[in-house]
């Protein structure tokens, strides 16, 4: 259990205190009552009040206003819930032979439900905002790291003798290769500004990368084959850039002893990506 806001149990539990400590130290200034039975009584009525509100946001605000939109279901389970709770009010006022007028009565549940569900919306505000800071830094941690990957003086040096190399040796395959390393290039620094990608828009990103690399080895073969257009799943950038970084570094090395010839990547079973 993670010692944080986003816990709902921790983040509870501090606001309940927190209200009750405020209502119980007013209370007991301004009526003249036994301290313990004052604080049993608050209790009882704190926690009732308390778990109307927990209602209210989790299992009516939170499903039925903010994410499935269905307004009249919220409006009539908005009207039990509070309704639930006047009918108690009455009763215990009738108990405890104590004479409120059922106006006060409804303008005390106006007033706790507009506080409750303001606290909710304020909370709500606070997660999104927490959940865009981790989102951007998470991306732009991926971002500096690929930029570093793409500064590697090895990575450099290689590309820029193989180009050399081939300025010399076949110049008319020059621009061909340029144009296809700066869309290597292209593709890793505009896929960090995205969380999620097309499937179809990764595997494009391999078959460019080992595209590239058949320029540099006659060990290295591509043969394209696809089942439906990918389009249908998205996925996180980068997903399969080291299976084919690492298919590469096999197929234009020496290979080791029972490598296959062919490599399927990726299949689909049940919204399943999985290698074989």
Request: contains cysteine.
């Amino acid at each position: 259990m993670r010692l944080s806001y986003e816990n709902i149990w921790i983040r509870n539990c501090i606001i309940y205190v927190f209200l009750f400590s405020i209502i119980y130290i007013a209370n007991y200034t301004t009526e003249d009552k036994d301290p313990l039975y004052m604080f049993v009584e608050l209790i009882v009525v704190f926690t009732f009040v308390y778990g109307l509100v927990l209602v209210n946001n989790l299992f009516l605000i939170r499903p039925f206003l903010l994410y499935q939109k269905k307004y009249n279901l919220f409006f009539i389970g908005f009207a039990l819930l509070w309704s639930f709770f006047l009918v108690v009010a009455k009763i215990t006022h009738y108990i405890m032979e104590e004479t409120i007028s059922i106006f006060n009565d409804i303008m005390g549940i106006i007033m706790i439900s507009l506080i409750g569900s303001g606290i909710y919306f304020i909370h709500q505000w606070i997660l999104q905002n927490i959940f865009k800071t981790q989102i951007k830094l998470l991306n732009t941690e991926a971002e500096l790291s690929l930029l570093k990957q793409q500064m590697n003086p090895h990575f450099l040096l290689n590309a820029m003798n193989n180009l050399y190399g081939d300025a010399l040796m076949a110049p008319e395959t020059l621009p061909d290769k340029i144009l296809k390393l700066s869309e290597l290039l292209r593709y890793q620094i505009e896929a960090t500004k995205k969380d999620f990608i097309s499937l179809s828009e990764e595997m494009h990103f391999i078959e460019q990368y080992l595209g590239y690399h058949t320029y540099r080895s006659h060990n290295l073969s591509v043969k394209e084959e696809h089942n439906g257009s990918g389009n249908d799943l998205k996925v996180p950038p980068f997903i399969f850039y080291a299976f084919g970084r690492k298919c590469r570094e096999i197929y234009t090395g020496n290979r080791p002893a029972g490598y296959p010839d062919i490599l399927d990547f990726p299949k689909k079973s049940h919204d399943i990506l999985y290698y074989e």
